[in-house]
């Protein structure tokens, strides 16, 4: 019989990022990570989109509020929060960063 595997090894803290692909999205504020999975990506596409059309968005789906607004200097910001994980992220980004996020999820039916 063999020995259960036991390792451990020395890690940091992530930056904040946000990661799209077709399986998910991931906003990640440094500390915390708020995931929507793929089921929900059409939703966040659309909650962007709002966001970046009328310069604010709050949207909720089952447990899962998205949303965010633009600022006067350029800055988008983004807030994701779900009922297992209060009490939520925000990311701070420049808006082409923002309109380009949206377009990687426009990718993905």
């Given at each position: 019989m ?7 090894f020395t890690?940091s ?14 906003f ?19 909650t ?12 909720t789906?089952?447990v899962h ?10 800055t ?7 009922a297992a ?7 701070a980004?420049?808006?082409e960063?923002?309109?380009?996020l949206r ?7």
């Amino acid at each position: 019989m063999n020995a259960p595997l036991s390792a451990t090894f020395t890690a940091s803290v992530a930056e904040p990022f946000v990661h799209v692909d077709e399986r998910a999205v991931v906003f990640y504020d440094g500390t915390a990570a708020v995931q929507f999975e793929r089921a929900r990506l059409r939703w966040v596409h659309e909650t962007l989109t709002i966001l970046l059309d009328d310069g604010r968005a709050t949207r909720t789906h089952g447990v899962h509020t998205l949303g965010g607004f633009l600022g006067d200097d350029g800055t988008a910001t983004v807030y994701a929060f779900t009922a297992a994980h209060e009490p939520g992220i925000a990311l701070a980004m420049p808006k082409e960063r923002l309109i380009a996020l949206r377009d990687a999820l426009g990718t993905h039916p």
